[in-house]
C-alpha cells in the first residue's frame, strides 16, 4: 500500500496558480493525507481510497477549485483512481503555515514574506516590512489590498520599488 | 458536518442555528454583490483591487455560511438554491448591508459599520460549542479584520481629511446610522442562541460596538450621531425597496436558466 509520504511528494508537483513558485505543501493547504483500504471499491485491482484534506487560504480565493481540481488530477494521473478531497475550515488558515522554504522563494521573487501575526481588533501596531530587494525597513503600505487578496502593496523608500507583501493571516 | 453533531443539537437550538447562518450568509451575500459593483469604478486602481478583494472573501465566506444553514435546515437546500432561489421577503439580511454604494464615502461608512459588528459577533461566535459554526466564524474573522481595518483607514483619511471629504464621509455616517440599531438589538435567533450561551448576547456585542465606532469616529474628527427614527425589518425579511433592484441583478441568469452549468 502507498505511504502518505508518497502521496505528498507527489502533491509537490500541484502549484499554487495564483502564486506558481509555490506548491500547495509550500503554501500550508494541504493539511492531511488518509490512506484508506476500501475492499468493496468497484475497480477490483486497486482497493486503495486516498483522501487528501485541504484548506482554503482565504474564503473567496478564486484558485481553490482549481488547486481542487489538480490535486484529482495529478494523482489520478499517478495511478490513484480512486481519490477524494475534502475542504476543512477549521482550524483556518494561518500563514504561520508556510514553510521556511516557502518563505525563501517568496522573498527571491521580490514578495516580503508574512511578518507574525497580530491580534488587534481595531488598533495594529505599524509593521517594519523589509524590502525584498535591499533589505530596508524603510517601506511604507501603499494598499491594504493588493493583486491577490493575500498580498498588499508597499513601496521601499531607501531603493524606490515598489514590492508586494505576502500578508500575515 | 457530522451525524454526531446533528443529533446532538435539541430541534429549536437546530432552528435557531439555521437562522443564524442564514442571516450571517444573506448579510455577506449582499454585502459582496454591493461591493462587487464597484469593480472598475474604484477612485484608482488599487483600491478597485481592494474592493474586488474583499467583495471575494464576502461571497466566499457567504457560501460557506449558506451551505451550513442548508445542512442545518435539511431540506436539501444548497449555498447555490438559498442565494439564487428565494425571494426578497425570505432573505433576512440586515438593511445596512443592502444601502446602495453612494459615493466612495458611503461604501466606506457602511464597510465600517458592518465590518466592526462582524468582528465583534464573529470573536464571541469562534468560540460557540457548534463547531461547524465556530470554524466559519474563525475563518471569517480572520478576514474581516482586514476589511475593518481597510475601512478604519478610510474613515480616519477622509474624516481627517479635506473639509470636502470630511463633509462626506459625515454625510454617510449620519444617513446611515438609522440601520445600526438593527445590528444592536440582534435578530430573534441571536437572542435565543445569546440566552443559551452559544454566543454572546446582543446587548454585550452593541456595548463594544457602541465604544469602538465612538473611538473611531472621534478619532476621525467626525460627529457621533443621534438618531431617533431607527429602522428594523430586515431579520424578518422586510427590505428597503433597494434590495429587489439588487436581486434582480444577481439572480436573473440562475432563475433564467435553471440548472445551466459553465
Known amino acids: ?169 | 458536518m457530522t451525524e454526531a453533531q446533528e443529533i446532538s443539537l435539541a430541534p429549536e437550538t437546530k432552528q435557531h442555528l439555521f437562522q443564524l447562518a442564514l442571516q450571517l450568509g444573506d448579510d455577506l451575500l449582499i454585502l459582496g454583490h454591493r461591493l462587487s459593483e464597484w469593480c472598475g469604478h474604484g477612485p484608482y486602481l488599487e483600491e478597485d483591487i481592494a474592493l474586488g478583494n474583499i467583495a471575494l472573501d464576502c461571497l466566499g465566506e457567504a457560501q460557506n455560511f449558506l451551505a451550513l444553514a442548508g445542512e442545518l435546515e435539511g431540506r436539501g437546500r444548497t449555498a447555490d438554491t438559498l442565494a439564487y432561489f428565494r425571494n426578497e421577503y425570505e432573505f433576512q439580511n440586515c438593511h445596512l448591508v443592502e444601502q446602495p454604494n453612494g459615493d466612495f464615502a458611503m461604501t466606506m461608512a457602511r464597510q465600517l459599520f458592518y465590518d466592526l459588528y462582524l468582528s465583534l459577533f464573529l470573536e464571541s461566535l469562534q468560540r460557540c460549542s457548534f463547531s461547524p459554526l465556530a470554524g466559519i466564524a474563525e475563518k471569517t474573522l480572520k478576514e474581516t479584520r482586514y476589511h475593518l481595518r481597510h475601512a478604519k483607514e478610510w474613515a480616519l483619511r477622509l474624516g481627517d481629511g479635506t473639509a470636502e471629504s470630511q463633509l462626506r464621509f459625515q454625510a454617510a455616517v449620519d444617513h446611515l446610522w438609522i440601520y445600526t440599531a438593527e445590528l444592536s438589538e440582534g435578530s430573534q435567533a441571536h437572542r435565543f442562541l445569546g440566552e443559551q450561551g452559544l454566543v454572546s448576547t446582543p446587548q454585550l456585542i452593541a456595548e463594544r460596538w457602541q465604544q469602538l465606532m465612538t473611538e473611531i469616529l472621534t478619532e476621525a474628527q467626525l460627529r457621533v450621531p443621534v438618531s431617533t427614527n431607527m429602522i428594523r425589518g430586515g431579520r424578518e425579511g422586510k427590505h428597503s425597496e433597494q434590495l429587489g433592484h439588487l436581486l434582480a441583478e444577481l439572480q436573473i441568469v440562475a432563475r433564467s436558466y435553471p440548472g445551466a452549468t459553465w
Open chain 1, 1 to 169: 500500500m502507498v505511504s502518505k509520504e508518497e502521496i505528498l511528494k507527489l502533491l509537490e508537483q500541484v502549484r499554487d496558480p495564483e502564486i506558481p513558485l509555490l506548491s500547495v505543501i509550500d503554501m500550508g493547504i494541504i493539511r492531511d493525507v488518509l490512506i484508506e483500504n476500501c475492499p468493496d471499491h468497484s475497480d477490483a485491482s486497486d482497493t486503495t481510497r486516498v483522501v487528501v484534506k485541504i484548506t482554503p487560504t482565504y474564503s473567496g480565493c478564486p484558485a481553490m477549485h482549481l488547486i481542487e481540481e489538480e490535486v484529482l488530477a495529478t494523482l489520478h494521473a499517478n495511478g490513484f483512481p480512486s481519490v477524494k478531497v475534502e475542504v476543512v475550515l477549521s482550524p483556518a488558515w494561518t500563514t504561520e503555515w508556510l514553510s521556511a522554504a516557502a518563505r525563501e522563494k517568496l522573498k527571491a521573487s521580490a514578495i516580503a514574506p508574512p511578518a507574525a501575526i497580530e491580534n488587534g481588533l481595531v488598533q495594529f501596531p505599524p509593521k517594519k516590512i523589509a524590502c525584498p530587494f535591499c533589505n530596508s525597513k524603510k517601506t511604507e503600505l501603499r494598499s491594504e489590498f493588493g493583486s491577490t487578496a493575500c498580498k498588499s502593496l508597499c513601496f521601499c523608500k531607501e531603493c524606490n520599488q515598489p514590492f508586494e507583501y505576502f500578508k500575515s493571516l
